[in-house]
């Protein structure tokens, strides 16, 4: 590590902007009023700055996965078939746990989503503005079948199935649960990525096309373009945000990605890009003059 750190032999090659999901620690000035403090510092930029690391994490995670087939990743639950799920999104937002149905919603907290969905729905429409409450579904749900054999539900009914059979029946709150969609539409061709957490550019159509249809109940005009005016194509490419996380992307957890593209030339502007608020995402708004 000493020699690489002078001679910078292996350098950031291996790491990948969203490797970690995280700004790496800057390098702290020294200060003679402030030592311990520098101290501390130096430390938290050294050990994610020193040379090997980009080369003894991918290593560490290769062996990990290939001799013992576990996931070096709390975050990361490695599934059959080269399918990867998000595990844990943070302490509070579990998706396995979710997909468990390890604890349902009390009647407490269902009355409380109702509350919030209404007053959301009446602020909004006070201002002219109609309000459709759209559940995307979690991977795990569309694809539950590549999920390890040990990992099955403890109750018949999830949050989603709870929540959504408690607006339907206590409120009149515009909701729309995509999953009847994906379900119907992962019988012609695949609707989640293997090795990411998002729903693949299909995926996207189809709650597109699903979403548009429900806004057809406010605006006659709304209509969802059809899918002959789209290219949809496959191609292998390096895996997706999951398999990144793992630094596996470009070896083990390679992924076939669906792009589905536009026929014709967008008329949309594409304006200033926003200023940079997360390491490897970049935002901008787009506009377009002859939309309608």
Same mark, same amino acid.
């Given at each position: 590590?000493?020699?690489?750190?002078?001679?910078?032999? *292996?350098?950031?090659?291996?790491?990948?902007?969203?490797?970690?999901?995280?700004?790496?620690?800057? @390098? &702290?000035?020294?200060?003679?009023?402030?030592?311990?403090?520098?101290? /501390?510092?130096?430390?938290?930029?050294?050990?994610?700055?020193?040379?090997?690391?980009?080369?003894?994490? &991918?290593?560490?995670?290769?062996?990990?996965?290939?001799?013992?087939?576990?996931?070096?990743? &709390?975050?990361?639950?490695? =599934?059959?078939?080269?399918?990867?799920?998000?595990?844990?999104?943070?302490?509070?937002?579990?998706?396995?746990?979710?997909?468990?149905?390890? !604890?349902?919603?009390?009647? !407490?907290?269902?009355?409380?989503?109702?509350?919030?969905?209404?007053?959301?729905?009446?602020?909004?429409?006070?201002?002219?503005?109609?309000?459709?409450?759209?559940?995307?579904?979690?991977?795990?749900?569309?694809?539950?079948?590549?999920?390890?054999?040990?990992?099955?539900?403890?109750?018949?009914?999830?949050?989603?199935?709870?929540?959504?059979?408690?607006?339907? *029946?206590?409120?009149?709150?515009?909701?729309?649960?995509?999953?009847?969609?994906?379900?119907?539409?992962?019988?012609?061709?695949?609707?989640? /990525?293997?090795?990411?957490?998002?729903?693949?550019?299909?995926?996207?159509?189809?709650?597109?096309?699903?979403?548009?249809?429900?806004?057809?109940?406010?605006?006659?005009?709304?209509?969802?373009?059809?899918?002959?005016?789209?290219?949809?194509?496959?191609? !292998?490419?390096?895996?997706?945000?999951?398999?990144?996380?793992?630094?596996?992307?470009?070896?083990?957890?390679?992924?076939?990605?669906?792009?589905?593209?536009?026929?014709?030339?967008?008329?949309?502007?594409?304006?200033?890009?926003? @200023?940079?608020?997360?390491?490897?995402?970049?935002?901008?708004?787009?506009?377009?003059?002859? =939309?309608?």
């Amino acid at each position: 590590p000493l020699v690489d750190d002078l001679i910078d032999a *292996t350098g950031d090659e291996n790491v990948h902007s969203l490797q970690e999901k995280r700004v790496k620690a800057d @390098k &702290p000035s020294f200060r003679f009023d402030s030592l311990f403090a520098f101290l /501390r510092r130096y430390r938290y930029y050294y050990n994610d700055h020193f040379g090997p690391r980009s080369l003894l994490i &991918p290593l560490h995670n290769y062996i990990k996965v290939k001799a013992f087939g576990i996931s070096p990743i &709390p975050m990361v639950t490695i =599934g059959k078939d080269g399918w990867l799920y998000l595990a844990r999104q943070n302490r509070q937002v579990g998706e396995i746990e979710y997909y468990r149905s390890l !604890e349902p919603f009390t009647k !407490e907290e269902l009355e409380q989503w109702r509350t919030v969905l209404e007053q959301r729905r009446d602020y909004l429409a006070r201002r002219g503005i109609h309000y459709l409450f759209v559940i995307a579904p979690n991977k795990s749900t569309i694809y539950p079948e590549y999920l390890p054999d040990s990992i099955r539900p403890v109750h018949k009914q999830s949050r989603l199935d709870q929540l959504v059979a408690y607006v339907k *029946t206590h409120s009149d709150v515009s909701i729309l649960d995509l999953r009847d969609v994906m379900f119907a539409g992962k019988k012609e061709r695949r609707v989640y /990525r293997k090795t990411d957490s998002h729903w693949n550019r299909y995926g996207a159509y189809l709650a597109y096309a699903e979403i548009m249809k429900s806004l057809s109940r406010f605006f006659k005009d709304a209509r969802a373009m059809p899918i002959s005016a789209f290219e949809i194509t496959e191609k !292998e490419r390096h895996g997706g945000d999951l398999a990144i996380m793992l630094s596996l992307q470009n070896n083990i957890f390679r992924d076939s990605v669906i792009d589905v593209t536009y026929k014709r030339p967008a008329a949309a502007q594409e304006g200033k890009p926003l @200023k940079r608020q997360y390491p490897g995402v970049n935002q901008s708004v787009i506009e377009n003059p002859g =939309g309608t």
